[in-house]
Nanobody, 122 residues
Framework: QVQLVESGGRLVQAGDSLRLSCVAS??????YGWFRQAPGKNRQFVGG????????VYADPVKGRFSISRDNAKSTMYLDMNSLKLEDTAVYFC?????????????????WGQGTQVTVSA
């Protein structure tokens, strides 16, 4: 059974940096993604990486500001967010699918965490 647990979300000011963590148990080889959902909006792909963290992709709104990494010894994926903007406010989710395929569609993921709230204030 795969379980994903996110943490690290909090209230920050615009321009600040924040690191989110996603601890995965029961998972291994595959593709890991970060998504976010703002109030009244659909869930949006943020970025993703493979098991080794050797391949990463990012959505255009976060390119150059967000970075994804993995620490397999800790079974943890990180989302480092820099230069945060008001529009980054959302609940952030990590997700996992068992095959190592770059996937930006939320329906293609098999497992999800409960989410962590990130709020960016002016």
């Amino acid at each position: 059974q795969v379980q994903l647990v996110e943490s690290g979300g909090r209230l920050v000011q615009a321009g600040d940096s924040l690191r989110l963590s996603c601890v995965a148990s029961g998972s291994s080889f595959g593709w890991y993604g970060w998504f976010r959902q703002a109030p009244g909006k659909n869930r949006q792909f943020v970025g993703g990486t493979n098991w080794m963290g050797a391949s990463t992709v990012y959505a255009d709104p976060v390119k150059g500001r967000f970075s994804i990494s993995r620490d397999n010894a800790k079974s943890t994926m990180y989302l480092d967010m820099n230069s945060l903007k008001l529009e980054d406010t959302a609940v952030y989710f990590c997700a996992y699918r068992r095959d190592n395929v770059v996937t930006t569609t939320d329906r293609a993921y098999d497992y999800w965490g409960q989410g962590t709230q990130v709020t960016v204030s002016a």
